[in-house]
Protein backbone atom coordinates (compact mmCIF):
# COMPACT_ATOMS: atom_id res chain seq x y z
CA UNK A 1 0.00 0.00 0.00
CA UNK A 2 1.43 3.47 -0.62
CA UNK A 3 -0.20 7.03 0.28
CA UNK A 4 0.01 9.31 -2.58
CA UNK A 5 -1.40 11.84 -4.56
CA UNK A 6 -2.17 10.57 -8.27
CA UNK A 7 -2.85 12.66 -11.20
CA UNK A 8 -6.90 13.09 -12.64
CA UNK A 9 -7.77 11.09 -15.25
CA UNK A 10 -10.91 9.55 -14.66
CA UNK A 11 -14.49 9.79 -15.08
CA UNK A 12 -16.08 12.71 -13.27
CA UNK A 13 -15.54 16.36 -14.43
CA UNK A 14 -14.72 19.18 -12.85
CA UNK A 15 -17.08 20.88 -14.78
CA UNK A 16 -19.80 18.19 -13.96
CA UNK A 17 -18.93 19.09 -10.26
CA UNK A 18 -18.77 22.90 -9.91
CA UNK A 19 -21.98 22.68 -12.38
CA UNK A 20 -23.59 20.75 -9.52
CA UNK A 21 -22.21 22.63 -6.46
CA UNK A 22 -22.31 25.72 -7.63
CA UNK A 23 -19.19 26.58 -7.01
CA UNK A 24 -17.59 26.42 -3.69
CA UNK A 25 -18.66 30.19 -2.55
CA UNK A 26 -22.02 29.22 -1.66
CA UNK A 27 -20.82 26.59 1.22
CA UNK A 28 -19.45 27.10 4.41
CA UNK A 29 -16.58 24.55 4.32
CA UNK A 30 -15.54 25.40 8.24
CA UNK A 31 -17.79 22.84 9.25
CA UNK A 32 -16.01 19.92 7.31
CA UNK A 33 -13.01 21.29 9.24
CA UNK A 34 -12.14 18.67 11.48
CA UNK A 35 -8.94 19.33 12.56
CA UNK A 36 -9.91 23.03 12.52
CA UNK A 37 -6.45 23.87 10.38
CA UNK A 38 -8.83 26.35 8.37
CA UNK A 39 -8.02 23.86 4.96
CA UNK A 40 -10.02 20.87 3.59
CA UNK A 41 -8.21 17.63 3.16
CA UNK A 42 -10.03 14.52 1.45
CA UNK A 43 -8.54 10.95 2.20
CA UNK A 44 -9.32 8.55 -0.25
CA UNK A 45 -9.44 4.80 1.02
CA UNK A 46 -9.48 1.88 -2.50
CA UNK A 47 -9.14 -1.51 -2.84
CA UNK A 48 -7.92 -1.84 -5.61
CA UNK A 49 -5.01 0.04 -7.49
CA UNK A 50 -6.13 3.88 -8.55
CA UNK A 51 -4.73 3.67 -11.76
CA UNK A 52 -6.90 0.84 -12.93
CA UNK A 53 -8.47 2.92 -15.36
CA UNK A 54 -11.99 1.10 -14.16
CA UNK A 55 -14.06 1.81 -11.01
CA UNK A 56 -11.52 2.13 -8.49
CA UNK A 57 -9.40 4.94 -9.85
CA UNK A 58 -13.04 7.11 -10.78
CA UNK A 59 -13.41 7.23 -7.52
CA UNK A 60 -10.02 8.63 -6.61
CA UNK A 61 -10.29 11.31 -9.74
CA UNK A 62 -13.07 12.56 -8.35
CA UNK A 63 -11.79 13.06 -5.08
CA UNK A 64 -8.86 15.43 -6.68
CA UNK A 65 -11.40 16.96 -9.30
CA UNK A 66 -13.81 18.06 -6.07
CA UNK A 67 -10.86 19.16 -4.23
CA UNK A 68 -9.51 21.58 -7.08
CA UNK A 69 -12.72 22.45 -7.50
CA UNK A 70 -13.28 23.93 -4.23
CA UNK A 71 -9.92 25.13 -3.32
CA UNK A 72 -8.92 22.03 -1.22
CA UNK A 73 -5.56 20.73 -0.36
CA UNK A 74 -4.32 17.90 -2.83
CA UNK A 75 -6.41 14.22 -1.45
CA UNK A 76 -4.10 11.57 -0.11
CA UNK A 77 -4.81 8.30 -1.07
CA UNK A 78 -4.22 5.03 0.08
CA UNK A 79 -4.91 1.95 -2.42
CA UNK A 80 -4.63 -1.91 -2.65
CA UNK A 81 -6.34 -1.99 0.54
CA UNK A 82 -6.51 -5.40 1.52
CA UNK A 83 -9.68 -6.36 3.72
CA UNK A 84 -7.70 -7.68 6.29
CA UNK A 85 -5.69 -4.30 6.49
CA UNK A 86 -8.65 -1.86 6.47
CA UNK A 87 -8.79 -1.33 9.86
CA UNK A 88 -4.91 -0.22 9.76
CA UNK A 89 -5.37 1.73 6.66
CA UNK A 90 -8.21 3.40 6.96
CA UNK A 91 -6.63 4.51 10.92
CA UNK A 92 -3.40 5.50 9.15
CA UNK A 93 -5.58 7.74 6.79
CA UNK A 94 -7.53 9.25 9.77
CA UNK A 95 -4.25 9.97 11.61
CA UNK A 96 -3.19 12.30 8.49
CA UNK A 97 -4.93 15.16 9.27
CA UNK A 98 -7.76 14.50 6.79
CA UNK A 99 -11.02 16.19 7.12
CA UNK A 100 -13.35 14.24 4.78
CA UNK A 101 -12.87 10.33 4.15
CA UNK A 102 -14.08 8.43 1.10
CA UNK A 103 -14.11 4.90 1.28
CA UNK A 104 -14.34 3.28 -1.96
CA UNK A 105 -16.19 -0.05 -1.41
CA UNK A 106 -17.52 -2.25 0.65
CA UNK A 107 -15.07 -4.77 0.66
CA UNK A 108 -13.09 -2.69 3.11
CA UNK A 109 -15.50 -1.04 5.05
CA UNK A 110 -16.22 -3.93 7.70
CA UNK A 111 -14.20 -1.01 10.33
CA UNK A 112 -16.14 1.63 10.00
CA UNK A 113 -18.38 0.92 12.84
CA UNK A 114 -15.55 1.66 15.45
CA UNK A 115 -13.82 4.29 13.35
CA UNK A 116 -16.94 6.30 12.93
CA UNK A 117 -17.34 6.65 16.54
CA UNK A 118 -13.51 6.94 16.97
CA UNK A 119 -12.91 9.90 14.63
CA UNK A 120 -16.33 11.48 15.25
CA UNK A 121 -14.82 14.69 13.93
CA UNK A 122 -14.01 13.79 9.97
CA UNK A 123 -16.73 13.53 7.72
CA UNK A 124 -17.04 9.86 7.27
CA UNK A 125 -18.78 8.39 2.93
CA UNK A 126 -18.96 5.32 1.35
CA UNK A 127 -19.91 4.13 -1.79
CA UNK A 128 -20.62 0.41 0.14
CA UNK A 129 -23.38 -0.66 -1.84
CA UNK A 130 -26.96 -2.59 -1.03
CA UNK A 131 -26.72 -4.81 2.13
CA UNK A 132 -23.94 -2.65 3.83
CA UNK A 133 -25.76 -1.40 7.24
CA UNK A 134 -26.57 2.21 7.60
CA UNK A 135 -24.74 3.88 10.56
CA UNK A 136 -25.31 7.25 12.68
CA UNK A 137 -21.72 8.14 11.51
CA UNK A 138 -21.68 7.57 7.75
CA UNK A 139 -23.36 8.81 4.50
CA UNK A 140 -23.83 6.33 1.86
CA UNK A 141 -25.04 5.72 -1.59
CA UNK A 142 -25.31 2.80 -3.67
CA UNK A 143 -27.22 1.78 -6.91
CA UNK A 144 -29.28 -1.08 -8.24
CA UNK A 145 -26.56 -3.83 -9.10
CA UNK A 146 -29.91 -5.73 -11.21
CA UNK A 147 -31.13 -2.58 -12.59
CA UNK A 148 -27.58 -1.87 -13.66
CA UNK A 149 -26.80 -5.11 -14.77
CA UNK A 150 -30.05 -5.65 -16.70
CA UNK A 151 -29.03 -2.74 -18.51
CA UNK A 152 -25.44 -3.98 -19.68
CA UNK A 153 -26.92 -7.71 -20.42
CA UNK A 154 -29.91 -5.37 -22.81
CA UNK A 155 -27.07 -2.98 -24.44
CA UNK A 156 -24.90 -6.50 -24.82
CA UNK A 157 -27.77 -8.64 -26.77
CA UNK A 158 -28.08 -5.74 -29.12
CA UNK A 159 -24.94 -5.39 -30.10
CA UNK A 160 -24.82 -9.84 -30.55
CA UNK A 161 -27.31 -9.25 -32.92
CA UNK A 162 -24.78 -7.56 -35.21
CA UNK A 163 -22.65 -11.13 -34.85
CA UNK A 164 -22.42 -14.34 -35.25
CA UNK A 165 -22.64 -15.10 -31.48
CA UNK A 166 -25.64 -15.68 -29.40
CA UNK A 167 -23.02 -15.76 -26.01
CA UNK A 168 -21.77 -13.14 -24.41
CA UNK A 169 -18.86 -13.72 -21.26
CA UNK A 170 -18.58 -12.28 -17.59
CA UNK A 171 -14.77 -12.47 -16.45
CA UNK A 172 -15.26 -11.54 -13.00
CA UNK A 173 -13.37 -12.31 -9.63
CA UNK A 174 -14.97 -15.41 -7.30
CA UNK A 175 -17.80 -15.85 -7.99
CA UNK A 176 -19.18 -13.31 -4.80
CA UNK A 177 -22.90 -12.76 -4.33
CA UNK A 178 -22.66 -9.38 -5.55
CA UNK A 179 -21.14 -10.54 -8.99
CA UNK A 180 -23.72 -13.44 -8.72
CA UNK A 181 -26.61 -10.66 -8.60
CA UNK A 182 -24.75 -8.45 -11.57
CA UNK A 183 -24.46 -12.19 -13.98
CA UNK A 184 -27.96 -12.88 -13.19
CA UNK A 185 -29.83 -9.78 -14.22
CA UNK A 186 -27.09 -9.26 -16.89
CA UNK A 187 -28.37 -12.31 -18.17
CA UNK A 188 -31.67 -11.49 -17.78
CA UNK A 189 -31.78 -7.95 -20.07
CA UNK A 190 -29.67 -10.32 -22.80
CA UNK A 191 -32.35 -12.49 -22.43
CA UNK A 192 -34.63 -9.69 -22.85
CA UNK A 193 -33.27 -9.27 -26.38
CA UNK A 194 -33.07 -12.90 -27.80
CA UNK A 195 -34.44 -15.91 -25.36
CA UNK A 196 -31.76 -17.84 -27.51
CA UNK A 197 -28.95 -15.65 -25.50
CA UNK A 198 -26.76 -17.11 -23.11
CA UNK A 199 -24.36 -15.86 -20.30
CA UNK A 200 -21.13 -17.52 -19.51
CA UNK A 201 -19.15 -16.60 -16.40
CA UNK A 202 -15.09 -17.30 -15.76
CA UNK A 203 -13.99 -16.53 -11.95
CA UNK A 204 -10.63 -15.43 -12.78
CA UNK A 205 -9.26 -14.57 -9.01
CA UNK A 206 -8.31 -15.48 -5.12
CA UNK A 207 -11.28 -15.11 -2.93
CA UNK A 208 -12.34 -12.67 -2.05
CA UNK A 209 -12.23 -9.70 -4.05
CA UNK A 210 -9.36 -10.13 -6.21
CA UNK A 211 -10.41 -8.54 -9.57
CA UNK A 212 -6.31 -8.06 -10.63
CA UNK A 213 -5.45 -11.00 -11.87
CA UNK A 214 -4.27 -10.43 -15.36
CA UNK A 215 -3.02 -13.77 -16.45
CA UNK A 216 -6.21 -15.37 -15.00
CA UNK A 217 -8.19 -13.30 -16.94
CA UNK A 218 -6.06 -13.37 -19.85
CA UNK A 219 -6.17 -16.68 -20.58
CA UNK A 220 -10.24 -16.93 -19.34
CA UNK A 221 -10.50 -14.34 -22.74
CA UNK A 222 -8.77 -16.43 -24.76
CA UNK A 223 -11.13 -19.43 -23.35
CA UNK A 224 -14.50 -17.76 -23.79
CA UNK A 225 -13.85 -16.16 -27.52
CA UNK A 226 -12.33 -19.78 -29.09
CA UNK A 227 -15.75 -20.79 -27.21
CA UNK A 228 -17.71 -18.89 -29.02
CA UNK A 229 -18.13 -15.42 -26.96
CA UNK A 230 -19.40 -12.57 -29.17
CA UNK A 231 -19.50 -10.07 -26.27
CA UNK A 232 -17.03 -9.62 -23.45
CA UNK A 233 -17.68 -8.17 -20.07
CA UNK A 234 -14.76 -7.16 -17.59
CA UNK A 235 -16.34 -7.48 -14.57
CA UNK A 236 -12.66 -6.79 -13.58
CA UNK A 237 -10.61 -3.88 -11.69
CA UNK A 238 -6.36 -3.88 -12.01
CA UNK A 239 -7.27 -6.79 -14.52
CA UNK A 240 -10.32 -4.77 -16.80
CA UNK A 241 -7.90 -2.95 -19.04
CA UNK A 242 -5.71 -5.68 -20.51
CA UNK A 243 -8.78 -7.80 -21.17
CA UNK A 244 -10.24 -4.45 -23.27
CA UNK A 245 -7.00 -4.68 -25.02
CA UNK A 246 -7.55 -8.26 -25.69
CA UNK A 247 -10.54 -7.49 -27.19
CA UNK A 248 -9.87 -4.82 -28.81
CA UNK A 249 -7.19 -6.94 -30.68
CA UNK A 250 -9.73 -9.74 -31.30
CA UNK A 251 -12.14 -7.53 -32.51
CA UNK A 252 -14.75 -8.52 -30.01
CA UNK A 253 -17.17 -6.18 -28.67
CA UNK A 254 -16.53 -4.89 -25.20
CA UNK A 255 -18.30 -3.29 -22.09
CA UNK A 256 -16.93 -1.29 -18.97
CA UNK A 257 -16.90 -2.11 -15.40
CA UNK A 258 -18.28 0.79 -13.08
CA UNK A 259 -16.53 3.70 -15.54
CA UNK A 260 -18.80 6.20 -17.32
CA UNK A 261 -16.25 8.18 -19.40
CA UNK A 262 -15.21 5.00 -21.96
CA UNK A 263 -17.05 5.99 -24.71
CA UNK A 264 -15.18 8.95 -25.24
CA UNK A 265 -11.97 8.21 -22.84
CA UNK A 266 -8.46 9.10 -25.26
CA UNK A 267 -6.15 6.87 -25.49
CA UNK A 268 -5.47 3.19 -27.31
CA UNK A 269 -8.16 1.23 -25.92
CA UNK A 270 -11.90 1.28 -26.97
CA UNK A 271 -15.10 0.31 -25.36
CA UNK A 272 -18.32 -0.55 -26.83
CA UNK A 273 -20.52 0.06 -23.71
CA UNK A 274 -20.01 2.07 -20.69
CA UNK A 275 -21.86 0.32 -18.27
CA UNK A 276 -21.81 2.98 -15.35
CA UNK A 277 -21.87 2.03 -11.47
CA UNK A 278 -19.43 4.94 -11.66
CA UNK A 279 -18.14 5.37 -7.70
CA UNK A 280 -16.73 8.66 -9.22
CA UNK A 281 -19.91 9.85 -10.66
CA UNK A 282 -21.53 9.33 -7.08
CA UNK A 283 -19.23 11.32 -5.38
CA UNK A 284 -19.69 13.90 -7.96
CA UNK A 285 -23.44 14.06 -7.47
CA UNK A 286 -23.65 13.23 -3.84
CA UNK A 287 -20.91 15.94 -2.56
CA UNK A 288 -22.73 18.86 -3.60
CA UNK A 289 -25.65 17.62 -1.78
CA UNK A 290 -23.39 16.56 1.61
CA UNK A 291 -21.59 20.42 1.19
CA UNK A 292 -25.67 21.79 0.95
CA UNK A 293 -26.45 20.22 4.06
CA UNK A 294 -28.93 17.97 2.25
CA UNK A 295 -27.35 14.42 2.96
CA UNK A 296 -26.16 13.66 5.82
CA UNK A 297 -24.04 11.49 8.20
CA UNK A 298 -26.65 8.79 8.66
CA UNK A 299 -28.21 9.11 5.22
CA UNK A 300 -28.22 7.02 2.03
CA UNK A 301 -28.38 8.31 -1.16
CA UNK A 302 -29.87 5.53 -3.75
CA UNK A 303 -29.14 6.56 -7.66
CA UNK A 304 -31.62 4.80 -9.40
CA UNK A 305 -31.88 3.67 -13.30
CA UNK A 306 -33.91 5.71 -15.78
CA UNK A 307 -34.16 8.59 -12.78
CA UNK A 308 -30.55 9.34 -11.87
CA UNK A 309 -28.25 10.13 -14.77
CA UNK A 310 -25.35 8.57 -13.58
CA UNK A 311 -26.42 5.01 -13.31
CA UNK A 312 -26.94 2.26 -16.24
CA UNK A 313 -25.44 1.12 -19.55
CA UNK A 314 -25.05 3.48 -22.35
CA UNK A 315 -23.96 1.92 -25.89
CA UNK A 316 -20.90 4.14 -27.14
CA UNK A 317 -22.17 4.51 -30.93
CA UNK A 318 -25.50 3.48 -31.15
CA UNK A 319 -27.32 3.39 -34.32
CA UNK A 320 -30.54 5.31 -33.95
CA UNK A 321 -32.73 1.49 -33.66
CA UNK A 322 -30.51 0.60 -30.75
CA UNK A 323 -30.65 4.00 -29.11
CA UNK A 324 -34.41 3.58 -28.95
CA UNK A 325 -34.30 0.26 -27.76
CA UNK A 326 -32.19 1.14 -25.15
CA UNK A 327 -34.47 4.22 -24.05
CA UNK A 328 -37.26 1.70 -24.15
CA UNK A 329 -35.64 -0.43 -22.05
CA UNK A 330 -34.64 2.63 -19.45
CA UNK A 331 -38.24 3.98 -19.20
CA UNK A 332 -39.78 0.47 -18.54
CA UNK A 333 -36.62 0.38 -15.52
CA UNK A 334 -37.68 3.47 -14.35
CA UNK A 335 -41.53 2.23 -13.80
CA UNK A 336 -40.38 -0.75 -11.84
CA UNK A 337 -41.46 -2.98 -13.93
CA UNK A 338 -39.27 -5.73 -13.14
CA UNK A 339 -38.86 -4.54 -9.74
CA UNK A 340 -40.05 -8.03 -8.42
CA UNK A 341 -37.67 -10.05 -11.10
CA UNK A 342 -35.19 -8.02 -9.70
CA UNK A 343 -35.90 -8.65 -6.29
CA UNK A 344 -36.34 -12.62 -6.92
CA UNK A 345 -32.41 -11.92 -8.19
CA UNK A 346 -31.54 -10.48 -4.95
CA UNK A 347 -32.67 -13.60 -3.00
CA UNK A 348 -30.73 -16.04 -5.06
CA UNK A 349 -27.47 -13.84 -5.17
CA UNK A 350 -27.52 -12.99 -1.44
CA UNK A 351 -30.02 -15.79 0.29
CA UNK A 352 -29.70 -18.67 -2.26
CA UNK A 353 -33.22 -18.20 -2.84
Not at 292 to 317: H, L, M
Amino acid sequence: NVVFTYAPGGSATAGAIAAASGGSSAVDFDVFDANGDGSITIGVAAAGPADDGAYYQAVVDAAILLSEENGFNSPIVIDEIKPADSAIELTNLADQGVDIIIVGASEIAEPLTDLTEEYPDIFWYCNCGAGFPEMPGLAQSLDDGSEVGFTAGYAAGLLLEDTDSSTAAMIGCCDLNFEKEFQLSFEMGIKAVSADNSVTYVPTGDWPYDFDNVPNASEAFNNVVADGAGVILPYLGGAHEAVVQLSNESGVPVLSAGASDVCTRPGDLTWDVAVRFDGGDYVAAIFPLIFSGEVEEGQTKVFKVGIDPEPGAVICNATDSQQAAMDSMYADVATGMYAGDFGAIKGQAYGGG
